[in-house]
């Protein structure tokens, strides 16, 4: 009986000792994830941060279609779009139940081209915002950020401007509104209709700009130029709105069968430098269904990069940026069912978690090599 008794001793003491070693290791493992994500977390501006400090809580945006085409589409600028941009100009993820009333009409030059009125572009965007606030989605966040996400979302007459705009802000839930849009649609009235939010909203404007190499500019078709883009910036800076410029790693050059190398990036981020911006996203280039980059692809003109080279070329550029700058995203986010290539793409983790690691082991962060030229 009393072996019996030690036995039980031993495998009770056993089975403890086992919960304080595996707690032991459990909680050391534990504290040890913390320091690490802590210390990527430092390593460059994210965004969510950015927004919990700015508005005290998490904010989140909400995607909208507001109506719009491009000027890079309808014949005035460009025709075809930039050629990397998709139907649904760059808004994919905009559930397609909010075109319903945006009666998209295509045209053999201009591909899918809005052409609703403004009460039906009013009346969807006002829809849209009240889906969001039906749905499931901000049950996740007190406050809001009205985003004006495809096409380009400062192309129309300023009474419209308005209209839309207005549309868009009808719950108290909404802090912000963010309008993406080309430099060179940015005009001192624009800015000052802006501005007129600026009272009770905090306001921004995402300017497209992907390279600052005009070589490149062209061959993707972009239709304006860098000194759009200085001109669009320094006009938003006079009124004091955020600007977030978008660019692209990955993009064809001018024969189109390489990709921007990292003197290219270099002239990015250092041109970018030198303007007064208050965020960056950037994303690689991927290729999306019925574009005129799926067909480069498919006549073997045009690779995407590798996910390696991707976040080497995207540390570069954060160690290079000012470390000021806010970084919106580091990942594209196209739809598995329109994405052509490269499929790493829809693997956001994969390319953070990749980030994150290249970041340690090269120990680097945000604005380690930024210089001013
Ligand atoms: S400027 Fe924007 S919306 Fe217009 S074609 Fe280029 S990516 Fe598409």
């Known amino acids: 009986m009393e072996g019996f008794f030690e036995l039980i001793e031993i495998l009770v003491g056993d089975f403890v000792n086992f919960l304080v070693r595996f707690c032991g290791i459990a909680t050391i493992s534990f504290f040890c994830y913390n320091i690490i994500i802590m210390e990527n977390i430092e390593r460059y501006k994210h965004l969510n941060k950015y927004l919990k400090e700015k508005f005290g809580e998490r904010t989140l945006k909400i995607c909208i279609d507001g109506g719009f085409t491009c000027p890079n589409r309808n ?3 460009g025709i075809g779009g930039c050629i990397f941009c998709s139907e649904k100009g760059s808004g ?6 909010e075109f319903e009333t945006n009666n998209l009409i295509y045209d053999n030059k201009l591909g899918l081209t809005p052409c609703n009125s403004i009460t039906q572009s009013t009346s969807s965007i ?3 915002v009240k889906r969001y606030f039906d749905s499931y989605k901000a049950q996740r966040a007190n406050k809001f ?7 380009t979302n400062t192309y129309d007459t300023i009474e419209n401007l308005k209209l839309k705009y207005d549309s868009a802000l009808i719950d108290d839930r909404i802090v912000g509104l963010e309008v ?6 940015i005009t001192e009235d624009i800015a000052k209709l802006l501005k007129s939010y600026t009272s009770k909203y905090y306001v921004c404007v995402e300017l497209g ?3 600052s190499n005009e070589k490149t500019g062209k061959f993707i078709n972009r239709c304006y130029t860098n000194d759009d883009f200085s001109k669009a910036v320094t006009i938003l800076n006079k009124y004091g709105i955020d600007i977030v410029t978008h660019i692209m790693i990955g993009l064809p050059t001018e024969d189109g069968k390489n990709i921007e190398t990292f003197s290219d990036i270099k002239n990015t981020v250092d041109f970018l430098n030198r303007h007064n911006i208050q965020g960056l996203k950037i994303h ?3 290729i999306v269904k019925n574009t005129k980059l799926e067909k480069l692809y498919n006549d073997g003109k045009y690779a995407p990069i590798t996910l390696e080279q991707y976040i080497e070329q995207c540390a570069f550029v954060i160690a290079h940026i000012s470390p000021d700058i806010v970084i919106h995203r580091v990942s594209g986010d196209a739809p598995k069912d329109l994405l052509v290539a490269p ?11 990749g980030l994150d690691k290249y970041f340690r082991e090269n120990d680097l962060w945000q604005g380690k090599y930024y210089k001013l030229y």
């Not at 009205?146 to 096409?151: D, G, L």
């Not at 993406?180 to 649609?185: L, Q, S």
């Open 126 to 128: 006002s829809e849209q």
């Open 284 to 286: 690689s280039c991927y």
């Open 145 to 151: 950020i009205a985003y004006f996400q495809n096409f």
């Open 343 to 353: 499929s790493w793409n829809s693997h956001k983790k994969w390319i953070i978690n």
């Open 180 to 185: 993406a849009t080309r430099p060179d649609c």
């Open 209 to 211: 700009l992907q390279t």
């Open 92 to 97: 994919e993820h905009i559930k397609s139940v």
């Open 75 to 77: 014949g005035s600028k």
